[in-house]
């Protein structure tokens, strides 16, 4: 019986001393395998971008805001699609001040599902005209067009794009008017004291806004070149 239990007890002591040895060795691998999992995990960084306001952006925005215009949010886009295609930053707001009174006036009306984005009369005759996803693609659109089709090709001001762009003889004063007019705005402009001269509504040119109608000096054909 005495020995019996000798072994017993040493069972017992051997057994504690496994269990003594091993959850210790346990506790330590799930610590180290808990450390290398987070060490593993990719760190988050968030990174904000701060790009300078454009002058000529703030200029745009508060000019097209006389005037009551949508793309008053557009403004940077403008001037994007100026300078990727080199061009004078104020031409294509000029055209669109003829063409669809600065955006107020286009193909789908202004509501957001229906719009079309075409202030600029492109692809506009009868009933069909051509609709552009966003504002910045229809800028960025018509901004590559006048590049290519027109600058590109000794066509550099109102007066020498109108044959081509337009059927009315008009359309290149029209055009010249709000050039010189936006010109006059941003000399004069004062973005803290928001004092700049406004243009007298007598001197206004005639812009016809009918969009069912809509002609406005466009010619699809003529600009387009459509058959």
Not at 63 to 73: D, I, T, V
Request: glycine share 6%; charged share 20%; hydrophobic share 45%.
């Amino acid at each position: 019986m005495l020995k019996i239990n000798k072994a017993l007890k040493v069972s017992i002591f051997h057994r504690f001393l496994f269990l003594g040895l091993v959850i210790p060795f346990l506790f330590n691998t799930t610590k180290v395998v808990a450390e290398a999992h987070r060490i593993q995990q990719p760190t988050q960084e968030m990174r904000v971008e701060v790009k300078e306001i454009d002058q000529r952006a703030l200029i745009l925005r508060d000019y097209f805001a006389k005037f009551n215009s949508p793309l008053q949010a557009h403004a940077m886009d403008f001037i994007d699609a100026a300078d990727t295609y080199q061009l004078d930053w104020k031409l294509i707001p000029a055209i669109t001040g003829v063409e669809s009174t600065f955006g107020k006036f286009v193909p789908g009306g202004t509501d957001p599902n229906f719009t079309s984005h075409n202030g600029w009369g492109w692809g506009v005759y009868g009933t069909q005209a051509i609709y552009f996803k966003s504002w910045r693609e229809g800028i960025f659109t018509v901004a590559e067009g006048l590049k290519k089709n027109y600058i590109d090709k000794g066509l550099t001001t109102p007066f020498t794009i109108n044959p081509k762009y337009a059927a009315s003889k008009a359309w290149g004063g029209h055009v010249e008017f709000f050039l010189r007019d936006l010109n006059e705005f941003a000399a004069s402009y004062n973005h803290f004291s928001m004092e700049a001269a406004t243009p007298a509504a007598d001197k206004l040119p005639v812009i016809h806004a009918n969009v069912e109608n809509k002609t406005a000096g466009i010619s699809a054909k003529l600009a387009l070149r459509i058959p």
